[in-house]
């Protein structure tokens, strides 16, 4: 029996869902940042660490703030619009962006540089453009639909 100047009440059979038993120690985190790199699912990244453990409390809860807690430690401190920008720089495609004020993306275009090499091999190519608000209000994506040609 648990005894406390507020609450008098016995203690609970299971610890399944409460925040400290389900707690993920340094080396599940580490497994966690690991297969999130890999694109590994939440429910098997949960099912790995029953695997590793039988006595573990984690929920999928948890696997998903631990997910997000590492995503957000590698952007650190960028908006999603410098992040895209650094990942784009970074893994080398063709981009190219136009600003409506000082800090406002109007336009942004990029593509993969494969494809740039395979649009220069075909003869037609089309382009569209369609309205998203997931990069930024008033903001295009550009649609690029190469047809190829047989010979």
């Known amino acids: ?4 100047g507020v609450h008098n009440h016995e203690m609970k059979k299971s610890f399944v869902g409460q925040p400290y038993a389900g707690r993920l120690t340094k080396d599940e985190k580490i497994v966690v940042a690991d297969m999130t790199k890999s694109m590994v699912k939440p429910r098997n990244i949960l099912l790995t660490l029953k695997e590793y453990n039988d006595n573990t409390y984690t929920t999928i ?4 703030n631990a997910r997000h807690a590492y995503r957000s430690s590698i952007s650190g401190s960028n908006t999603e619009m410098q992040q895209l920008m650094m990942l784009l720089d970074r893994d080398q495609y063709i981009h190219w962006h136009r600003l409506k004020d000082d800090n406002v993306v ?3 275009f990029w593509s993969h540089p494969e494809v740039v090499k395979l649009t220069t091999s075909c003869n037609l190519v089309f382009l569209s453009t369609i309205p998203t608000k997931q990069i930024g209000t008033n903001c295009r ?3 690029l639909l190469v047809l190829h040609q047989q010979e």
Do not use: E, F, P, V
Not at 61 to 64: F, H, N, T
């Open 61 to 64: 809860k948890q696997i998903y």
């Open 141 to 143: 994506c550009l649609i």
């Open 106 to 108: 109007r336009d942004l």
């Open 1 to 4: 029996m648990l005894i406390c």
